[in-house]
């Protein structure tokens, strides 16, 4: 089937720097993508969704960049703070129907913020 | 607001035991639900998504199963444990609509760790 980012690497960014985590996608037809934070022993959280009719969305502290031609999104993560160590998966979205949806996630990014 | 439960969240059952994990989602009718698990230091694997009542989709081949009594009820089984369905379990929902700018995001519970002996 589909995947997406099947790697596990590790950022180790310094309190106060900016953050990247990237993303690579398979499926070209995939419609939306989101990116979840997830922290030790808990549910992923959402962070922020893109369509895929868009290439850049930010949030508070964050941006989610899409870049369809090489299938490649990355989040960005401003002034990071330790609160921000996690794993963050990237996923995408297929519209399956007109009530229903499914997520392919990868493997995740974990990242570690540094004093 | 919308609120998802899932329980319980720590569960250690031998080999060739039944399984049952509940999962309810409160404040939204007629959601998507999903059944995923994570192995430890990987990613999410969807196993089971309903998009209604007794609607049950198998994504990929196991000794689990999924059922769907109620329209924000979804549970997970199992008539016999194995080591290798030791992981953990995420209940996830989504809107019944597919929303114009945000997709069709979906939304996780705390998770069920589930520890096979």
């Known amino acids: 089937g589909e995947s997406v980012g099947l790697h596990l690497p590790t950022l180790s960014v310094q309190e106060g720097d900016n953050s990247i985590i990237n993303c690579a996608y398979s499926?070209?037809?995939?419609?939306?993508f989101i990116w979840y934070k997830q922290e030790s022993g808990k549910g992923p959280q959402f962070i922020i969704d893109?369509?895929?009719?868009?290439d850049k969305r930010q949030g508070q502290r964050v941006t989610v960049l899409l870049n369809k031609t090489v299938k490649h999104l990355s989040l960005q993560i401003a002034a990071t703070q330790p609160g921000d160590s996690a794993v963050y998966f990237c996923?995408?979205?297929?519209?399956?129907?007109?009530?229903?949806?499914?997520?392919?996630f990868g493997g995740g990014t974990r990242v570690l913020v540094k004093p | 607001s919308q609120t998802i439960h899932q329980w319980p969240a720590t569960l250690v059952q031998p080999v060739g035991s039944p399984l049952s994990l509940e999962c309810t989602v409160e404040?939204?009718?007629?959601?998507?639900l999903y059944w995923y698990r994570q192995a430890a230091g990987r990613g999410l694997q969807l196993l089971f998504y309903?998009?209604?009542?007794?609607?049950i989709s198998s994504e990929v081949p196991q000794n689990l199963s999924a059922s769907r009594p109620q329209d924000r009820q979804f549970i997970l089984s199992s008539k016999k444990l194995l080591l290798s369905d030791s992981g953990f379990y995420l209940c996830?929902?989504?809107?019944?609509?597919?929303?114009?700018?945000?997709?069709?995001?979906?939304?996780f519970g705390e998770g069920s760790w589930l520890t096979v002996v």
């Open positions: 996830a929902w989504s809107p019944y609509r597919w929303l114009r700018d945000s997709g069709n995001t979906i939304y």
């Open positions: 893109i369509r895929s009719n868009m």
């Open positions: 309903s998009v209604g009542i007794g609607q």
């Open positions: 996923a995408e979205g297929l519209r399956i129907k007109a009530a229903g949806n499914k997520l392919t």
């Open positions: 499926n070209s037809a995939s419609d939306y």
């Open positions: 404040g939204t009718s007629n959601p998507n």
